[in-house]
């Protein structure tokens, strides 16, 4: 299975506030999983990257962080959002076996305001 | 310079045509390569997966891939309105790590 579930759908936060987007996998075990931001205009940029429970690597110094606290859950974390923390975030994973396509999930809508 | 250049149109068609999408990269040390499809405002869809010179088909699409050129295309035959999408093109470098192009919108008529 290569379903992917993000949560919420859409989100309007203020200069400021934290941000907590989750993203939840089905499938088996251990699967690599990816954060990757879409702006207007502007390819996917990724993110961060897991390959297991913990194990997390950042792509992009910036004002987000990532944790991987179970084996099909992955969450994206900011203190403080920026006006340039806008965007489409979309959560990915790998295909089982260690092969190279990823699957996205429907993604998360964050305005910042 | 862009890792990935793809032309971001709109590319308007008639319902029934052949599309061609094309993606220029510099880094020689893409191997895999990638055709996404996105929806307005969802995530995308993999519709092709190839990691070597030449073609491959499913279906309606085919995706080229010129190594020597550095150049990757994607081709829609009997294009429908349904076909009307970002597409994407994805190559990966090192482990996992996707570089995408900046998508081209095609618009099919009826």
């Known amino acids: 299975s290569q379903t992917i579930h993000q949560w919420p759908a859409t989100l309007v936060q203020p200069v400021g506030s934290p941000l907590s987007l989750e993203c939840t996998v089905e499938?088996?075990?251990?699967?690599?999983l990816y954060w990757y931001r879409q702006a207007a205009g502007r390819g996917l940029q990724l993110l961060f990257y897991?390959?297991?429970?913990?194990?997390i690597s950042s792509e992009v110094p910036q004002n987000l962080s990532a944790s991987r606290p179970q084996d099909r859950q992955f969450i994206l974390s900011s203190k403080k959002l920026l006006l340039s923390d806008s965007g489409f975030y979309l959560c990915?994973?790998?295909?089982?076996?260690?092969?190279?396509?990823?699957?996205f999930g429907p993604g998360t809508r964050l305005t910042v305001l | 310079q862009k890792e990935v250049e793809q032309d971001p149109g709109p590319l308007s068609v008639p319902e029934g045509a052949i599309v061609s999408l094309n993606c220029t990269y510099s880094n020689s040390a893409f191997q895999y390569f990638m055709w996404y499809r996105q929806y307005s405002r969802k995530g995308p869809e993999l519709l092709m997966y190839?990691?070597?010179?030449g073609n491959k088909e499913d279906g309606r699409f085919t995706a080229q891939v010129d190594k020597s050129s550095k150049y990757i295309s994607l081709f829609i035959r009997d294009s429908q309105p349904s076909d009307s999408a970002t597409y994407l093109c994805?190559?990966?470098?090192?482990?996992?790590?996707?570089?995408f192009g900046t998508g081209t919108r095609l618009l099919v008529s009826p």
């Open positions: 897991s390959v297991g429970i913990g194990q």
């Open positions: 990915a994973k790998g295909r089982e076996g260690g092969q190279n396509e990823q699957f």
């Open positions: 499938g088996t075990s251990n699967p690599n």
């Open positions: 994805a190559m990966m470098k090192g482990f996992q790590k996707l570089v």
């Open positions: 190839t990691y070597s010179s």
